[in-house]
């Protein structure tokens, strides 16, 4: 049973470090219980991914070059 004051990735052992909730790498809002050294862990992990998946779909209205509105029906920006 997962404890929410207990480190997500307690299970793996090593934990090291104050565990209190943190905030997820995406910035979706959500939070994420982990001690100090499992976070480092997960950041130097998933942060590379995240970086790549923000260069290759920008924050931006103006739609990157490969962009093709026609090929789904889709649009770049909801407005």
């Not at 950041?43 to 209205?61: E, F, H, L, N, S």
């Not at 070059?65 to 909801?78: I, K, M, P, T």
């Amino acid at each position: 049973m997962y404890d929410p004051d207990e480190c997500l990735d307690s299970t793996a052992g090593g934990c090291a470090g104050e565990v209190y909730p943190r905030p997820a790498l995406s910035g979706s809002g959500l939070t994420y219980v982990r001690c100090d050294k499992h976070f480092d862990d997960h950041a130097q992990r998933v942060g590379p991914k995240i970086a790549a998946t923000r260069r290759r779909y920008p924050d931006t209205d103006i739609p990157p070059s490969w962009f093709d509105a026609s090929a789904a029906g889709e649009r770049w920006n909801e407005d």
